[in-house]
């Protein structure tokens, strides 16, 4: 009798143990990342740093679960749609137009954004201080900086006098940002050169077909569908040996002439503590959305050369990074 008791005890112990064992497994959270295209992979990298300053690391305590645009944000509504079923416990999205399509398909799930456009305005959120909504998240100035963008674009090409810009009409962000250049251009002496597309394939078609000659330089607009295609600006405006103005300090990395803009790491750092106490229980609508103000001018002092640019001393000596 002793021994059936022992055993029966024994085995109701085992059986308790199972679900206690799995109540101590820790929790990994899921989180959706919805990228227009690899230049926002900047955003991830700074994500990753201030999660694990917050002591949560990838593959322990989180996992993400990317989904690239690669350029089409047509593509970011499935997308989105489909995180929301796949029950990832939230999305992080890296711009404008990512965050406005994800908003818009889903219905529930907490949405931690980065928004190059006043959220406000885009009625993303109810206030700064009070988004109200289960959005909140980082606001970066993308659009507004863009006659800034030219003026600078004019310091290291004082010559300049027609510059080409490529956006898709459609996006919001890339409207306001054409609306801005468009109104300084003439003030800084320049001829505006817009071409609309509204797919890769037409844009990269629009970038091959430059001429020698055709204009003097390239400003990006706040168009993500435009920085998808970066190397492919980059490599032709070497080739035709025109200076670039890019929003990003990648792009500047991987060839473009200059950057003006916020650092999209940083960014992406200060995106973590949103993503670290929503998964603790803190709702979105409670949570501030804050900005970033620190705004950086980064030169490629190798590729002015390949392109047989002088870039002003004036100018390098208010840059604040210069890559040799």
Known sequence: MNKKISAFLLATILLAAVPLAEAQQPKVYRVGVLLPGEAWYETIDGLRVGLRELGLLEGKQFIFAIRDMKGDVKAAEEAARNLEQEKVNLIYTTSTNVTIAAKRATTDIPIVFNAGADPVVLGLVESFAKPGVRLTGVFYRVADLTAKRLEMLKDIVPKLRRVVTFYNPRYLAAIESSKLAREAA????????????????????????????????????????????????????????LPTMFNFLSQVIKGGLASYSVSFHEVGRMSAKYVQRILTGVKPKDLPVEGVDKIELIINLKTAKQIGLTIPQSVLYRADRVIK
Do not use: N, W, Y
């Not at 797919?199 to 430059?210: D, K, M, P």
């Not at 020698?212 to 035709?240: C, Y």
């Open 186 to 241: 003439p003030l800084l002496g320049v001829e505006l050169v817009e071409r609309h597309v509204v797919s890769v394939e037409e844009l990269q078609a629009g970038v091959r077909a430059l001429r020698a000659g055709e204009v003097d330089a390239f400003l990006s607009l706040a168009d993500p569908m435009v920085s998808s295609q970066d190397q492919l600006i980059i490599d032709t405006a070497r080739v035709k040996r």
